[in-house]
Structures are given as C-alpha cells and as structure tokens.
C-alpha cells in the first residue's frame, strides 16, 4: 500500500520569510514518482515537481527547491523569500508501479498562508 | 500542450437528480482517465481509473452504481452521479494521463452541490 503524510496541516508566515513543507512517503515499489502540487483558491492544480525514485539529485526553480532523500523516505519542499501569492494548499503525492501503477495517492495538504 | 478540460465548473442539482459531468482532453490522447473527489479541507481521494473502451476500475468504498464512468473516446470520460444526495456535494477532478506517458493532466475541477 502506498502513503504520504504531510504532518503540516497549515502553516502561517510573514511574507519574505523562508518555508519548509514536509512530505514523507511509503511504498514497498523500487520504482515510483513522486509529486508536488499547490491548489490554490480556484481549486485547479497545478503542477510544480515530478521526481522519480532514481534520481536523488536535489532541485531548485527560481524559488522553490525540493529536497529527496530516500534513506528517510521524505521530499521536502522548500520556498524561499515567500510570497502572498504562494498562499495555497500544497499537496504531495506518491505514483507507484505494482499494481497501483498510474494511481496518485496524495498527502493531507498542508494550507500555507503568507501574510503581507 | 497537455490540456484538459472539465464542464461544467459548478452545478447545483437537487436531491435524488442525477448530473453528469465531462472531461476532456483536448491536445492529446487520453488512453487513461482518473477521477477524484475533494470534500472540503480535504485531500484528492481517488475514485475510479478509467481505460478507453474498458470498463472504469473503481476504487474500495466508491459504488459503482451511483459513479457511472464511461469512457467512451480518447478524448473524452464521464461521471454521472446517479440519484445524487447532500452527501455527494463535493468538488469532482478528473485527470488524463496520454499513452505511453507517466504525467497526468489535472483538469479544473467540477464543484458540485446537491440541495
């Protein structure tokens, strides 16, 4: 069975400040994806990160970067200098093969809210 | 590229109606569609994974005879919620996934509320 946990619920901060969003993980496949998400208002997601179980290499675009690290089973999500428009709902998801193979099973979310 | 499209956005129906709603893929060849359900402050759970020409593989929990999937073209799946309730008021997304290809495309999402 796959999971994820998101064990931030919300998070609040000041604009500018720097914000980690956590997300860990479970599978028993070798070979699976995983995803990050932010939802905002308007419900429509939208894409940010596809990372697959081969590739630990640690990303960054403009102000976001995602940390990978398979010995904790974690990939974490970090924005630099936030801003009000990142206020969202950020969700993480794990895409594994077996059986469940194309099956996205998401996090909790985690409501970020960036205050002017 | 690697648009889908949902319609309608919101829809209000009252209890015991059914509705159904569309998604589409419009740039590419949806060999595989996913839809998922939101309730509010929620998280996507999975409902069905539809194959084109195949019938739709539902997920534990989810009736099959209320969420009729059909996917009928490349391009184009739907969900009708049959005999709908309060209960079933809930946002609706659906994803597209092309062949060969390990991306889904989300659409906009369809908010549904039954009174």
């Known amino acids: 069975a796959q999971k994820v946990t998101q064990a931030q619920t919300e998070i609040s901060v000041v604009e500018k400040e720097d914000v980690t969003l956590d997300c860990v993980y479970e599978t028993r496949d070798t070979t699976y994806y995983l995803f990050w998400y932010k939802q905002p208002p308007s419900g429509e997601l939208v894409f940010l990160i596809r990372?697959?179980?081969?590739?630990?290499q640690n990303e960054i675009s403009g102000r976001y970067s995602w940390n990978f690290q398979k010995s904790t089973s974690s990939f974490n999500f970090t924005i630099t200098a936030s801003q009000v428009v990142d206020s969202a709902v950020y969700f993480c998801a794990l895409n594994a093969g077996g059986t469940s193979y194309g099956k996205l099973t998401f996090g909790q979310g985690t409501i970020l809210t960036v205050h002017p | 590229g690697a648009v889908v499209s949902q319609h309608p956005s919101w829809v209000i129906c009252k209890s015991g109606t059914s509705v159904k709603i569309e998604c589409r893929s419009l740039d590419f060849q949806a060999t595989t569609m996913f839809w998922y359900r939101q309730f509010p402050k929620q998280s996507l759970m999975l409902m069905a994974t539809s194959n084109e020409g195949s019938k739709a593989t539902y997920e534990q929990g989810v009736e099959k005879d209320k969420f009729l999937i059909n996917h009928a073209s490349l391009t184009l799946s739907t969900l009708t919620v049959t005999s709908a309730h309060p209960e079933d008021s809930s946002f609706y997304i659906c994803?597209?996934?092309?062949?060969?290809?390990?991306?889904?495309?989300f659409g906009p999402g369809t908010r549904l509320t039954v009174t």
């Open positions: 990372r697959n179980s081969f590739d630990e």
């Open positions: 994803s597209a996934r092309g062949r060969g290809r390990g991306e889904q495309y």
